[in-house]
């Protein structure tokens, strides 16, 4: 009978042992493995976040761009016979701002003689949006509303008072036919984000006056006196 050496079936086991992992090492392995996916995931997270916060700034600002053009459009073409209020109320706790313009085009098609109103609302979940209206003077129904901003804290419109030279919050002018108006020459909005930060805008309205013309007073003998116009616009 053949023995099998002895130090052959000793060896054998311990050769076993080592091919295989014990359980401590699967689980070092697998929560290194989970640390990994988390930091994968986590940054992938703030990409996205990123992207979606570039996005939405990019947005924000075109936005903000169109609404200056639209602004200085509006007032800059104002009718001499159109009638321009600005007013400013209370609701609970925020305080709402308005324009409302009477005998202007539409700005949508250029209908003439409608009543364009720019004003804030309180927005669902707090702070306020601006929207926009424009209607017939004799229209009954409600007009189709349009929002320009929804995610305000505050908005405040102001005109530039040429008696007080001041700033004002209130600006009343008739609204009867053939009616005699005195446009400000400045009107501003300032717009207060919700967080916190806020953008001011400036623009110039056309004067409700004929042009002026100025002539000074003649130079020396012989030598034409210039006319110098102020121009409407």
């Known amino acids: 009978m053949i023995r099998k050496p002895v130090g ?3 060896k054998l086991p311990l050769v076993r042992a080592r091919a295989g992992f014990t359980l401590l090492e699967v689980v070092i392995v697998l929560f290194i493995v989970a640390l990994v996916l988390a930091a994968v995931h986590s940054i992938a997270q703030g990409t996205i976040t ?18 200056t053009t639209f602004g200085e459009r509006l007032f800059a073409e104002l009718p001499p016979t159109a009638a321009l209020n600005v007013k400013t109320t209370q609701d609970g706790g925020q305080y709402l701002s308005g324009v409302e313009l009477h005998g202007v085009p539409s700005p949508f098609n250029g209908m003439p003689d409608m009543v364009v109103n720019l004003f804030t609302e309180p927005a669902p979940g707090g702070g306020v949006r601006m929207l926009l209206t424009c209607r017939e003077k004799k229209q ?9 901003f929804d995610d305000l804290g505050a908005c405040e419109w102001r005109v530039f008072d040429p008696n007080t030279r001041q700033w004002a919050t209130l600006w009343t002018e008739p609204l ?23 953008a001011r805008r400036v623009f110039w309205i056309a004067p409700s006056e004929p042009a002026m013309v100025l002539t000074p007073a003649p130079g020396p003998a012989n030598s034409p006196a210039p006319v110098v116009e102020v121009p409407n616009r």
């Open 8 to 10: 052959l079936e000793l």
């Open 50 to 67: 990123l992207a979606d916060d570039v996005r939405r700034a990019q947005r924000r600002d075109a936005r903000q761009q169109a609404f």
């Open 140 to 148: 009954e129904q409600e007009p189709a509303r349009v929002v320009l």
């Open 176 to 198: 009867e036919e053939n009616a005699r108006h005195a446009h400000p020459l400045l009107i501003e909005v300032v717009m207060t984000g919700v967080d916190g930060q806020s």
